[in-house]
């Protein structure tokens, strides 16, 4: 099946930093989707973003199909973006069964 | 749309024990999930459906049963309880006949089993 990584596997960053999180996965997607996870395990879709770019606020998202790899972009960090973020996708012809790479666990300090 | 909701929020069993997790959608969609979360860990599916009367299994399906009697409906059965299947519990569902392939997910079902 699909394979997922991100990276890195933790980020401390001080309040008003910016970062960037990234996704490799194996083969070619129907779906790619990135989640906030926050610490009372609330799960949050951020982006849905099979190809191209997305903005959202403070964060954005840009997938390269082609390359394979997805981008997270959080700008401006606040202490509510704690958590751990994860990268899920799906293979073409799978029935959109998604694959959650291990996560990114960001912590922003004051 | 109250998109998809699950039942109950925290659930404590005995070892042996078996209970059902509801899980159910508003949307109309075809296609719903279920998915395991351990601590520490990303999400694993465990069984998924196509549709009303069509179930299969994902990468953990062990220890657990699934029906899908209904569009809206997909509970998860576990039998016979065991610590190992402590975990968060997340239902997810997705519409079928577009090319947006995007899951919406249920707010977890957080079970241990002592």
């Known amino acids: 099946g699909i394979q997922v990584e991100q990276s890195p596997p933790d980020l401390i960053l001080q309040e008003g930093a910016n970062s960037t999180l990234r996704c490799n996965f194996s083969?070619?997607?129907?779906?790619l989707q990135w989640f906030h996870q926050n610490p009372w395990g609330q799960l949050i879709n951020l982006f849905y973003?099979?190809?191209g770019t997305k903005q959202n606020g403070r964060l954005s998202a840009t997938t390269v199909a082609t390359e394979r790899y997805s981008l997270l972009y959080i700008s401006s960090s606040q202490t509510t973006d704690s958590g751990v973020y994860f990268c899920?996708?799906?293979?073409?012809?799978?029935?959109?069964?998604?694959?959650f790479g291990t996560g990114t666990r960001l912590q922003v300090t004051l | 749309n109250a998109g998809v909701t699950q039942t109950p929020k925290f659930r404590i069993l005995k070892i042996g024990q078996s209970m059902t997790l509801q899980c159910a959608q508003d949307?109309?969609?075809?296609?719903m999930y279920w998915y395991r979360q351990d601590p520490g860990m990303g999400l694993k599916l465990i069984y998924y459906?196509?549709?009303?009367?069509?179930?299969d299994k994902g990468e953990v399906p062990n220890g657990y049963n699934v029906s899908r009697s209904t569009t809206e409906d997909f509970p998860l059965r576990l039998e016979l309880a065991a610590p190992s299947q402590t975990s968060v519990y997340f239902c997810?569902?997705?519409?079928?006949?577009?090319?947006?392939?995007?899951?919406?997910f249920g707010p977890g079902t957080r079970l241990t089993v002592t």
């Open positions: 899920a996708a799906s293979a073409t012809g799978t029935a959109s069964k998604l694959t």
């Open positions: 459906s196509v549709g009303a009367g069509i179930t």
């Open positions: 997810a569902s997705l519409g079928s006949g577009t090319q947006d392939y995007e899951q919406y």
């Open positions: 083969d070619s997607v129907n779906n």
């Open positions: 949307m109309n969609h075809n296609y």
């Open positions: 973003i099979p190809s």
